[in-house]
């Protein structure tokens, strides 16, 4: 795909820090006005890939198409993938710099990224979503359902049935629309790694709707995997605790986001690069007899009261 000029110059993604335990403090308060947010816009930006991740192999001749693969956790799945030798389609609502710098990202790993712009929450938007990565990259084994958003209320009162609609369409309805869609190109041998939450599995006061979608991507991946098992297909859940993503100071104050992470039991946030290789695993052969299953990547949020 080609990108309209840009005015500023990309800048480079942070891969060479590490993410560490030993951090107790949240990030510097931030705030974006629109979501799915930039990631070029943060301070710090999100960890990507480490330096010394080593791929070897375990995705070679694969073809993932990866929602919300602009920034954040699909940019550092699409990454992942690519040093483990897969090509990539990303879907992204239009932040086309961080989709520019995903797609540089991917193609300095030696693999093809095919950059695909729409609202997901239009069931045509899937369907062409997963016809061009066909067309383009020649095949799909790989489906990662991960695009969302998410809009704080202080009570449930608050909530409209356009908010409700809008974060369901493009949570879970657009789940089942790429599901629908891809399940008559995905090989017997292959899967669909869906992006859960650990609020799916706990709630959320303030995320209500969002929560709520979460659980359903968690019953519908079960529900997937149960009837695709016979035909190879292995359908997985990676449900993320508080990672440090464009969605987060684009949906929050501040002075939330400057605490965001520290109430974990490991003090702090996680980074994409702390999520993506759970993805890596899910969708190798080396998870060939796991489905219809969940991987918590939270700090130990779920364990905390």
């Known amino acids: 795909m080609r990108f309209p000029p840009t005015s500023r110059p990309i800048a480079m993604s942070q891969s060479n820090q590490e993410p560490t335990a030993r951090q107790t403090n949240g990030q510097p308060p931030q705030q974006q006005a629109h979501q799915p947010g930039s990631e070029a816009a ?64 991917v193609e300095a790993e030696g693999r093809r990224c095919h950059a695909i712009a729409g609202d997901l929450g239009d069931p045509d938007v899937c369907r062409r979503a997963v016809a061009e990565t066909v067309q383009t990259l020649g095949q799909l084994d790989i489906l990662v359902n991960n695009a969302a958003e998410q809009h704080e209320v202080d009570s449930p009162e608050e909530l409209t049935p356009e908010q409700i609609e ?3 369409r493009t ?6 629309n790429l599901a629908a869609a ?10 669909i790694i869906a992006s859960g939450s650990v609020t799916g599995e706990r709630g959320k006061a303030s995320l209500p709707d969002y929560a709520s979608t979460k659980g359903a991507i968690h019953a519908f991946s079960f529900s997937l995997a149960q ?23 684009a949906s929050f104050d501040a002075d939330k ?38 991987i918590d990547v939270n700090g130990g949020g779920h364990i905390s009261a």
């Open 171 to 176: 949570n879970i309805f657009a789940y089942m």
């Open 166 to 168: 809008r974060t369901f």
């Open 227 to 249: 009837r695709l098992a016979k035909r190879g297909i292995r359908v997985n859940v990676v449900a993320p605790g508080p990672i440090w993503t464009p969605l987060i100071p």
């Open 42 to 105: 943060m301070d710090p930006r999100p960890i990507t890939i480490r330096d010394d991740y080593r791929g070897s192999g375990k995705l070679d001749g694969r073809v993932a198409l990866i929602t919300g693969g602009d920034s954040g956790i699909g940019r550092a799945v699409a990454v992942h993938f690519a040093r483990e030798g897969a090509d990539v389609a990303i879907v992204y609502l239009d932040e086309t710099e961080d989709a520019r710098e995903t797609r540089r990202l």
């Open 182 to 191: 891809a399940l008559k190109h995905l090989p017997d041998d292959g899967c």
């Open 257 to 294: 986001v400057k605490e965001f992470g520290t109430q974990t039991p490991m003090g702090r946030p996680g980074q994409p690069a702390e999520v993506a290789p759970a993805f890596v695993f899910l969708a190798s052969k080396d998870a060939s007899y796991i489905t219809g299953q969940i």
